[in-house]
């Protein structure tokens, strides 16, 4: 029996190889030969590869993304492209926002990619030292940074409105660009005092704060002795706490016996 050529039926995501005698498909027939008046012949066909282009937008595409497929892929999970000062919005294929390559590809195919801008935050210092606008990630979140310092006051935290009612942490999304405001608690300092054996008066006062006008101290008084005058830690002469002062207070009072 000769070999009759005849058309195979298209088979989507596969070319035709040729016929075979053999089910494991290593031994094609000879097109110059004869067959037998009847024999078994088996079909080959090889997978097609189908090419996947990507169209960042002046990004960059992730190397996880896979650059071939074929009609045996599975859905294949897409990875974000980067563009600076953007933020990745999507893929798509025909217009089609997709997540994931479907499976059953039996052609090449371009996919677009998306983006949205990035989200720009300006902070409200209320007073305090200066922070430079900054960008939220990809994830529409700030990296955590130092807060600013403000001279007597202590940094309690960002918040999201003017008033300083609602406070912002840094797992919170950014989902458009805003203005956060620092919120401050002012800070207060303790004064000591070494009495010496000595009294004090009570109107000398227990703490301050930077924003406090000056205390003129009172002296203190001690029986036999006459007051000299008050001295900090390193023995100078300390008889008020000016204006704009910072940090805790320690005064001890000097005597001298009366002859």
């Keep these: 029996m000769n070999i009759v050529n005849f058309d195979m039926e298209e088979r989507k995501g596969y070319t035709f190889v040729g016929w075979y005698v053999d089910e494991a498909r290593t031994l094609r027939i000879n097109p110059s030969g004869k067959l037998p008046e009847a024999m078994h012949l088996y ?18 595409n992730s190397r996880r993304n896979p650059k071939t ?16 000062d953007m933020v990745f919005d999507t893929w798509t294929l025909n217009g089609k926002r997709i997540k994931f390559l479907p499976e059953g590809i039996y052609e090449n195919i371009k996919l677009v990619a998306h983006y949205k801008p990035l989200n720009r935050v300006h902070f409200e210092v209320n007073g305090g030292a200066r922070v430079e606008d900054q960008i939220a990630n990809n994830q529409n979140l700030l990296k955590e940074f130092r807060p600013p310092v403000k001279i007597g006051c202590e940094f309690v935290c960002w918040c999201w409105d003017k008033e300083c009612t609602i406070p912002f942490s840094f797992d919170q999304a950014i989902t458009k660009s805003c203005t956060l ?3 401050w608690n002012v800070s207060t300092y303790k004064v000591t005092y070494d009495l010496n054996g000595g ?7 227990r703490s301050y ?31 008020a ?17 009366e002859e």
């Excluded at 805790?248 to 005597?255: L, N, P, R, S, Y």
Aim: proline share 5%; charged share 30%; net charge positive.
């Design 69 to 84: 497929v074929t009609i045996e892929s599975g859905p294949i999970q897409l990875f974000p492209a980067t563009r600076r």
């Design 209 to 239: 704060t930077y924003f406090d006008s000056k205390y003129d101290l009172v002296p203190a008084r001690k029986k036999g002795y006459t007051f000299v005058g008050w001295r900090d830690n390193y023995g100078n002469k300390k008889n």
């Design 181 to 183: 405001y620092a919120r």
């Design 43 to 60: 079909d080959k066909w090889e997978l097609n590869q189908y090419t996947v282009e990507y169209d960042c937008r002046g990004g960059m």
């Design 241 to 257: 706490i000016p204006k704009n002062s910072l940090g805790d207070k320690h005064f001890i009072a000097c005597f001298k016996k």
């Design 199 to 205: 009294m004090a008066s009570r109107t000398n006062p």
